[in-house]
């Protein structure tokens, strides 16, 4: 089966690479970058690690852009191609690696250098980067939107653009209002509540670069790039009150409830060292005297933070009772100094037909989040989009 799959991806790399007018250069680095795949899953198969997953992962970015290099040198193009790890330096948490900031940023010449003449195009990979022993990483998701806002930073860029297969940041899925409006221009908090409460246009870690560089970050279509697409900056100019309907779909909501609660102290505290303990990722916390509730994302929270892990709750058990509900749908509607603000009620009618289990406002200044029935989640979009931007 291992043999079979390895020369599947010879057949696609050799299907391209022989249509290329010199392919004898390019046909020997993807020669041994498959043999090299091949050593790697012999030992996989032995004993497989995330270290060797990812490094067998990574040899797809390689490749592509071994060849793409290749052929826009053929083209005619000024191309130098660049090999990431050599610049995005991070820990060795293999599948979901953290990058190491301050020793990439040393790495700036590496990428300058190649700049040596006008008009030249440098072509690395996304995704990838290097631990301290010269090991392949990888990003996790958002990982090659991730590295251009980080190339961007090292080489202090004045500007980053990401083409995804949509035009910009809109003011709610066009899937479900197709009347909503494309975001010319989005400051960086904004876009960040966007990214965190569902917007997929782009991972709210892609543009954690680009806010400590201060480097615009422009979304653009790349099936369609004459269509436009959203600015995210610093600021904004005038800022609206209202920016955008973000939702996320697949949410539990798990309550635990205690008299131990009542006037006691570090109570709250035993609860969140259990949901770190088994790495449960929350969106959303309410609280009362005796009682605290908190959503989740039951397809993110699989396996070890699972609400259903019986480890997980049999600690939990031991502080309170213990209720768990699903099917729920996670509605923020992003804005700014909402807090503050004196139309809200025009927003919330929206909810007058729909029995909503939990409202957080006040952490944030940007967001107000509703937790509905999932079967009501579309049509209390529809109508908070129409109450605000129609």
Known sequence: ????????????????????????????????CLNHITSLSEAASLATNEALAAAIVGHGELMSTMIFTHLCKEQGARAEYLDAREVIKTNDNFSEAQVNIERTLENADKVLSLFNEPDTKVITQGFIGQEADGKTTLLGRGGSDYSAALFAEVIKAKACHIWTDVSGIYTTDPRIVPSAKRIETISFKEASEMAIFGAKVLHPATILPAVRADIPVFIGNSKDPSSGGTWIT???????????????????????SSLKMLGASGFLAKIFSIFSKYNVVIDCVTTSEVALAVTVDHKQNQGKS?????????????????????????????????????GLHKALQALDNCSFRMVCQGASDYNICVLVPAEKADSTIIQLHKNLFE
């Open 1 to 32: 089966r291992r043999k079979e799959i390895i020369e599947k991806i010879r057949l696609i790399q050799f299907n391209i690479i022989n249509r290329l007018q010199f392919p004898e250069e390019i046909a020997k680095r993807i020669d041994s």
């Open 306 to 342: 699972s609400l259903e892990n019986p480890e997980l709750l049999a600690e939990l058990h031991e502080l309170g009772s213990v209720k768990i509900e699903h099917d729920y749908s996670l509605i923020a509607l992003i804005g700014n100094q909402l807090s503050k603000t004196t």
């Open 234 to 256: 610093k600021t904004v100019d005038n800022p609206p009150t209202f920016r955008g309907v973000a939702f996320k779909r697949n949410q539990s909501i798990l309550t635990i």
